[in-house]
């Protein structure tokens, strides 16, 4: 049995287990906060999360733990057949998290831990996240899903990075900033009611 390593705050932890979900394999839910001890750092190099370990062995980082479950259990597909439609899936998944989420992350503290952030990263999150949702929105085909007719990893990362995106700007410029992008919203509110995304979201709240 695949065990799921970190937190159920952490959306990246959420977007896993959601495709663990899809793939409907059997999986154990392991509390493991981020840390720097020995134990954890086995598990990621970085300490962070989630992990998965499976037969012994330990994978990290999101992106890699869910293209081994592409390989691993091949269908449902989360990644579509044709070459170049899966490649603008994973282009579209790399820039909903280099050029929106990371770019909220400049205010992660600041907006839900009450901690400090310089006027600079404020200021340059409130300019490089509306141009990252813009090239975000360019990508998107909205067929209805983020790439198509078809639910992939594009979709996962687009219900759980730009939700954090969204909640941060929200904190720090009382503003949405999918204001702009109605058919965004849209997908966000169709993925919302995705059974696996739906469990995710009722466990984390129990």
Not at 67 to 78: D, G, H, I, Q
């Amino acid at each position: 049995m695949i065990k799921l390593y970190g937190l159920k705050l952490s959306n990246y932890y959420s977007l896993v287990k959601a495709a663990l979900i899809e793939k409907e394999l059997e999986f154990e839910e392991i509390k493991a906060p981020p840390s720097q001890e020995k134990e954890s750092l086995a598990r990621s190099p970085m300490g962070k999360m989630p992990s998965i370990e499976v037969d012994g062995q330990y994978l990290s980082e999101s992106f890699a733990i869910v293209n081994y479950l592409e390989k691993r259990t091949p269908t449902p597909a989360l990644l579509p057949a044709d070459p170049m439609t899966a490649g603008k899936t994973l282009e579209l998944s790399c820039h909903i998290m280099l050029n929106v989420e990371l770019v909220a992350r400049r205010c992660l503290y600041a907006a839900l831990f009450g901690g400090s952030v310089s006027d600079e990263a404020k200021a340059s999150t409130r300019e490089d996240l509306p141009r990252g949702l813009q090239a975000v929105n360019q990508l998107m085909t909205y067929g209805p899903y983020a790439i198509g007719d078809q639910f992939t990893l594009a979709d996962l990362y687009a219900y759980y990075s730009l939700g954090l995106a969204g909640t941060v700007y929200r904190k720090m410029f009382d503003a949405n900033p999918l204001d702009d992008f109605p058919q965004m919203q849209a997908l966000t509110s169709l993925l919302a009611e995705r059974p696996s995304i739906a469990r995710v979201t009722a466990e984390s709240a129990s």
